[in-house]
């Protein structure tokens, strides 16, 4: 039967980016393209479609290590705080229109600042020769309002065209997918998908609780190091894309841990197939509902998420990770 699920799940998964790649406010007949619409496709829906699944399979993996790491299934990367420091960083590059590197100079600001936040974020929760859940959930929640708070000032002192784009870079703009920011940030996602899923035995063990994970031969300490590298790269990784966005991370852990079972084994390749799947069709509604007008990925995906969230909540197994 999971067999026959995860079969389904891929299959989804692909109808949806194939979808995503030929539907939108000009629909593409893959069988009888004009050079315009080859043009479309190769210049902005390929990239923005690799983007997003990119920017989705971090997210959701990241969320489901996060929850098993800090054993609360209402975590999500950007509790922690690196989304908000890395808006940060991006707004201040965007307002200061300082752009040295050209095209990359946003992302690349993004994604040093999440990194920063991230060893801030792990120096905070490093106690006793190792990460502990606790300090972590705490350093993170501090550090994300102190961010979002100075970010919110430096706003509140711009008035160029660098504040409406640094408006949208905090929705989650995807408007901007580029091929020279893809090879960079899939080799992020890469090793830290990979890092995941080569530790998934140990994240179950973790789960179920540090000294049974200690019984098991686990270095505790470590392997919670690990996860939390793994984290950090991806989310890392998404920001640098295309921005901050929400509810995938939180979200997709519950519904394919629903669908397939609680297994880190399979709960983090599917979570990330599925992120991906979910933040394709996020931007392809974004692109469509209102044209020329294009709604910013992150509002969809919490218009989304949000009421699913909600009901969630109800549900009597939500609280089990």
Known sequence: MRSLKTGLLLAGALAVVLTALFAGPRFINPFAMTPMDREILLAIRLPRVVVAVLMGM????SGAVLQGVLR????????LGISSGASLAAALGMLSGAYIFGKVSVPLAAFIGACLVSVLVGAFGWKRGGVWPERLLLAGIGLNFLFSSVLMLV???SSDEGLRRTVLW???DLSMADWTLIPSASLLVVLGLGLAMARSR???????GDEFAHSLGFAVQ?????????MALMTSASVSLGGTIGFIGLLMPHIVRFLLGADSTVLVPASAVAGGAFLCLAD??????????????GTVTAVIGAPYFLY???RKDVLSV
């Open 58 to 61: 971090a997210l959701g993996a």
């Open 72 to 79: 609360n299934p209402l975590a999500d990367p950007y509790i």
């Open 155 to 157: 706003m509140s002192m």
């Open 170 to 172: 905090m929705f989650g």
């Open 202 to 208: 140990a994240l179950n063990a973790l789960i179920l």
């Open 222 to 230: 470590r392997e919670r190091l690990f996860m939390f590298a793994a």
């Open 284 to 297: 392809l509604l974004g692109r469509s509902l209102m044209p020329p007008l294009e709604l910013p990925s």
């Open 312 to 314: 969630l909540l109800r």
